[in-house]
């Protein structure tokens, strides 16, 4: 089994900047794909971004690349985190991390594509 635990969440003005970080722990002699999704009210949640198996690809929706920056503090991305810059009022949601340890240099940007989930962080951007 592994767990995921999100933190770096609050409240913060448009155009501010948070971190969101993510440890994972239980099995840990593999690395993880990881991702992070994201939920606002009454909408489905969506992809963020991700990063390989080996740390060196990385992804990011539409809506957040170029703000967003997702890295790894170890080989084993077993912490991640989500570096949000320049945020908007539309970026308010809770924020969730996500692990499968499928080893890809393309993950999933589906959450069925994970096996793993936290249980969110809330980001609320204020105007």
Do not use: H
């Not at 155009?15 to 939920?39: E, H, I, K, N």
């Amino acid at each position: 089994q592994v767990q995921l635990a999100e933190s770096g969440g609050g409240l913060v003005q448009a155009g501010g900047s948070l971190r969101l970080s993510c440890t994972a722990s239980g099995r840990t002699f593999s690395p993880y794909t990881m991702g992070w999704f994201r939920q606002a009210p009454g909408k489905e949640r969506e992809f963020v971004s991700a990063i390989s198996s080996d740390g060196r690809y990385l992804y990011y929706s539409g809506s957040v690349k170029g703000r967003f920056t997702i890295s790894s503090a170890d080989t084993k991305n077993s912490v991640i985190y989500l570096q949000m810059n320049s945020l908007k009022p539309e970026d308010t949601a809770v924020y969730y991390c996500a692990a499968t340890l499928t080893q890809t240099r393309a993950p999933g940007r589906e959450a069925s594509f994970y096996d793993y989930w936290g249980q969110g962080t809330q980001v609320t951007v204020s105007s």
